[in-house]
């Protein structure tokens, strides 16, 4: 029988989730998916100096509004909580103990005071000090005092920490879905903390314990986790569990040049790095997100599937049921992956054309109400008209404000373009003709005009271009019959006769 599929996303509440955090929790989501499997979210929140309030709500907003909702978690029990790390405390000493039982972990009493005199001392003769096998047994720890040394000073109440005591001389082979084998020599490994001297378990620790008590059958997570693979497979080795498999993803790094994508390549470039805007509670300072920015969770959710994974077909615009059955962890890059704005808008543009209709009205009102307009105009008719140039619902307005609102003023250009001696005469005459008709609809007005221009033998730019003028203020538009259908016979009527006036 195969085993469940069980993953988690294990953010620490510290701040706003940047979009490489939700990239991961993308890659979890559409793995547990793909795979029938259940996917988790776990909060990290044992380093207590750097929580962050709101940070845990924001989180989970942020998945919700991505449409990748977690099926256990806080508020969502499967049986394996709590989701929380600062709720399970009790559950990590006895891992601890066991570990020292075993002869795989120390205690160390070294003061911070000492260990930064061995910094200092190395340093100053051009090295690094790594607390590890070449030096363990001359430090203040339990693998240098005698068993009394070490119960007298626990007795004593003198503050100490768990190290994990990395085993000598060995090759480790290590397997990891995306770069496949990777060979660590122990020696060049420190002995990591495991609990610290406020009896609360380091991440290392707390990590692997909540994987193994939760079942986890696959770890994905940011590439930035690689260097810590080697101490969690030792130390599920060590408290004899079976360790789960292990994904890397690559990192995204910045639109130019090297490096890890960061808040202030956004700010530079203008582009979000968080989904959600989010306010610092310290300061009050806002930082943008891609729903405040107009992005749909759609387009989004696409562009990050693209980062450091593609299908391996031409294919680029995916729904994120497609992502679910396209996904693939061994078509995730090794390489990073470059973030590209102008990609971003582009998935927008797509995804904005696929949307929903009624989601796109429900926007677009919400932007009419902002104006104070009441229409009973053909909302849904009018977006469809324009849709196909906008990126955002906010450009919807641009495109399309002339339908709600007269021109008040006109392009100057235009007007010393078309509009001409003859031009108050031939529209004086042209509202003559749209006033009889009485079926005002856009195919019915384009063959009685166009009938009328061709008869008159003059020419459609003479007519068409100042008409033009007259119900949209400029050149630009979609089809003129559309608009006079949709405002109106008496509307076009009106915005002809104030046009004559005022040019
Ligand atoms: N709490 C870690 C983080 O904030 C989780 C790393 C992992 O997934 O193992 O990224």
């Not at 509440?13 to 499997?37: D, E, M, Q, S």
């Not at 373009?417 to 108050?424: G, R, S, V």
Request: aromatic share 10%; net charge negative; hydrophobic share 35%.
């Amino acid at each position: 029988m195969t085993k469940d599929i069980r993953v988690r996303f294990a953010p620490s509440p510290t701040g706003p989730l940047h979009i490489g955090g939700v990239r991961t929790a993308l890659f979890n989501y559409l793995y547990a998916k793909k795979h029938n499997g259940t996917f988790i979210l776990r909060i990290e929140d044992t380093d207590q100096n750097r929580y962050v309030p709101g940070a845990e709500n924001y989180i989970q907003d942020a998945l919700n509004w991505c449409m990748i909702p977690y099926d256990e978690g806080p508020e969502k029990d499967g049986g394996f909580g709590p989701y929380r790390q600062s709720e399970r405390k009790h559950l990590y000493q006895e891992y601890a103990d066991q570990l020292i039982k075993d002869g795989y972990a120390y205690y160390a009493f070294d003061t911070s005071e000492e260990l930064d005199d061995l910094r200092k001392s190395h340093e100053t003769n051009g090295e690094t000090f790594v607390y590890n096998w070449s030096n363990r047994t001359n430090l203040n720890n339990s693998l240098s005092l005698t068993n009394e040394e070490v119960s007298s000073k626990i007795d004593a109440g003198i503050p100490y920490v768990i190290r994990f005591k990395t085993p000598t001389n060995e090759i480790l082979q290590l397997n990891d879905e995306i770069r496949g084998k990777i060979k660590i020599d122990t020696n060049n490994l420190d002995d990591k903390i495991l609990f610290k001297s406020d009896g609360m378990p380091t991440y290392h620790l707390a990590n692997i314990v909540d994987d193994h008590l939760m079942k986890i059958t696959h770890v994905i997570r940011g590439e930035e986790w690689l260097p810590s693979l080697a101490l969690h497979v030792l130390l599920y080795r060590s408290l004899g569990w079976e360790a789960p498999s292990f994904a890397h993803l690559p990192l995204i790094l910045k639109p130019v040049g090297k490096g890890k994508l960061s808040k202030r390549d956004g700010d530079k470039m203008g582009f979000p790095v968080f989904p959600l805007q989010w306010t610092d509670p310290k300061d009050n300072s806002v930082s943008s997100g891609y729903r405040e920015d107009g992005y749909l969770p759609e387009a989004v959710v696409n562009m990050l599937a693209f980062l450091g994974w593609n299908p391996g077909t031409e294919q680029e615009l995916f729904s994120l049921d497609q992502l679910i059955n396209a996904f693939d962890l061994g078509k995730v890059n090794k390489a990073g992956a470059k973030f590209d704005p102008e990609k971003t808008k582009w998935f927008q543009q797509q995804h904005l054309q696929q949307a929903d209709i009624t989601t796109l009205i429900n926007q677009f009102e919400v932007i009419l109400s902002e104006k104070n307009i009441s229409t009973t105009a053909n909302v849904q008719q009018i977006i469809e008209t324009v849709k196909e140039r906008a990126t955002f619902t906010s450009d919807l307005w641009d495109l399309t404000s002339f339908f709600f609102i007269a021109p008040t003023s006109y392009d100057s250009k235009a007007i010393k373009k078309a509009w001409k001696d003859d031009t108050p005469s031939l529209m004086h005459e042209l509202t003559r003709i749209l006033n009889d008709i009485t079926d005002f609809s856009e195919t019915n007005v384009a063959s009685i005009v166009k009938g009328w221009i061709t008869a008159k033998e003059i020419g459609f730019g003479k007519i068409m271009m100042p008409l033009r003028i007259a119900l949209v203020g400029s050149l630009q538009g979609p089809d003129l019959f559309l608009i006079a259908s949709i405002i109106g016979k008496e509307e076009t009527i009106k915005r002809i006769k104030d046009t004559i006036e005022r040019n």
